[in-house]
């Protein structure tokens, strides 16, 4: 199975920038989902709740992305073994950029936010759902690089014949929630990053995504110099 990376053609200037754009969007979601409370969306569980979990190693969640990325990466490399093509080392900065971006979203255009009440968390955690769609929907009409979760499930999905990429990204998510739900168990005897708002984004999400690119995906097809997607 292909991986499909730098399989845009035409500007890739253009490109970048419109890569560029939906990794910030996605940053700034994914830290307004952090401070609804109400947990994360599923590639961002573990790194939420590894931040709330472990204060004392001073890592922020821009950090925890980073680090979490990076596992992801290497566990491509682990499935893939010479089939690992050496540009897919490009996700390295890809998530390098997200976890900076993160926690300049946290610390400097999100510092206000205060979400006191449960029906204002609500709220931030629907909005942040609206924004990642929208953040991920940009960065994959780049067509030019993948973020490290989904390029493990492109590697999955290479090995695994029987499941197609929606069903692995289903079970990547799920095994992602559970894993974080059981972290923040084990460690602070409560749930943290991955709550009812985390299984709220993993439907939401795609839902979102799907609305932005009918109605916005020729738009930027057309400033990316690409024919219009069906």
């Not at 490399?77 to 946290?106: E, H």
Request: hydrophobic share 55%.
């Amino acid at each position: 199975m292909a991986h499909p990376l730098f399989e845009g053609q035409g500007n890739y200037f253009r490109r970048v920038l419109v890569l560029i754009l939906g990794l910030s969007i996605m940053a700034f979601a994914i830290a307004m989902s952090k401070k609804a409370f109400l947990g994360t969306s599923p590639i961002s569980c573990i790194p939420a709740t590894l931040t709330d979990c472990f204060p004392e190693w001073g890592l922020t969640l821009g950090d925890w992305t980073i680090v979490f990325n990076l596992v992801l990466v290497g566990l491509q490399v682990c499935i893939l073994r010479r089939d690992f093509r050496p540009v897919q080392v490009l996700q390295i900065p890809l998530a390098i950029f997200l976890g900076k971006m993160t926690d300049i979203s946290m610390d400097y255009l999100l510092f206000f936010m205060n979400a006191d009440n449960y029906v204002l968390q609500w709220i931030f955690c629907i909005l942040s759902c609206a924004i990642l769609g929208l953040g991920v929907m940009i960065e994959i009409r780049a067509k030019l690089l993948v973020v490290p979760g989904d390029g493990l499930v492109i590697a999955m999905a290479s090995h695994i014949r029987k499941l197609d990429f929606r069903k692995l990204k289903l079970l990547v998510d799920s095994s992602m929630v559970i894993i974080a739900a059981v972290i923040s168990l084990y460690s602070v005897s409560h749930l943290t990053g991955a709550r009812e708002g985390s299984i709220f984004a993993a439907i939401a999400v795609s839902n979102f995504l799907w609305f932005y690119r009918n109605r916005l995906g020729k738009y930027i097809d057309r400033f990316l110099g690409d024919e219009e997607s069906a």
